[in-house]
């Protein structure tokens, strides 16, 4: 039944990890993006090859240098395969970037793919260890979206539009959030 558990749990943690990730992306948060990769990491990113921790510190600074605006990143399907103090990951991608192109139009670019990952447990801390992202397929759209105007009723005078850095006003709930990532990179220190 151990052994059963400590799968259950390294499951969970590694699902964590994987969303935490995300959610460092789609925030420009790069501690959160750093503590999702070991120091000796790789990433394989088709535009980057190389060391995870790099990859993550450059990532906020190439989306505002590159015009990239909100996005959101969407998992699905996780498939975990572990081996010892290994986990071999694939979970699928679906990822919205605001885009200003090189007139000054705005556009959406959205991605579908696959995360493949080598996560490695090092002193009871699940983190990336080896980061592929496959690109299945993509499509660009202009922008119509106008929120002046809204959808469905939803519009800039009656809701909280999001943007890359934290919400406005929620600092209580961006506070728990942090010390949720924090948890995940110290994850069976204490055990």
């Known amino acids: 039944m151990s052994?059963?558990?400590?799968?259950?749990?390294?499951?969970?943690?590694?699902?964590?990890?994987?969303?935490?990730?995300?959610?460092?992306?789609?925030?420009?948060?790069?501690?959160?993006?750093?503590?999702?990769?070991?120091?000796?990491?790789?990433?394989?990113?088709?535009?980057?090859?190389?060391?995870?921790?790099e990859f993550a510190r450059s990532l906020v600074g190439w989306f505002a240098d590159g015009g990239v605006g909100v996005t959101a990143h969407m998992l699905g399907n996780v498939v975990i395969a572990f081996?010892?103090?290994?986990?071999?990951?694939?979970?699928?991608?679906h990822a919205t970037h605001r885009l200003r192109g090189e007139d000054?139009?705005?556009f959406d670019s959205i991605f579908g793919g696959r995360y493949q990952d080598r996560f490695e447990r090092r002193d009871g801390v699940w983190r990336i260890a080896l980061r592929r992202l496959v690109f299945d397929w993509f499509r660009e759209h202009p922008d119509s979206g106008d929120w002046s105007v809204g959808s469905m009723g939803v519009n800039a005078g009656n809701a909280v539009l999001g943007r890359a850095g934290a919400d406005a006003g929620w600092d209580d709930h961006h506070a728990a959030l942090g010390r949720l990532a924090e948890g995940a990179a110290r994850a069976g220190a204490d055990r």
């Open 3 to 53: 052994a059963e558990l400590d799968r259950l749990i390294a499951r969970a943690e590694i699902t964590d990890r994987l969303h935490l990730y995300c959610r460092g992306v789609d925030r420009r948060d790069p501690e959160l993006l750093l503590a999702s990769f070991w120091p000796d990491s790789k990433v394989e990113f088709g535009m980057f090859s190389g060391g995870g921790q």
């Open 104 to 106: 000054g139009t705005e």
């Open 83 to 93: 081996d010892g103090e290994a986990a071999f990951t694939e979970c699928y991608l």
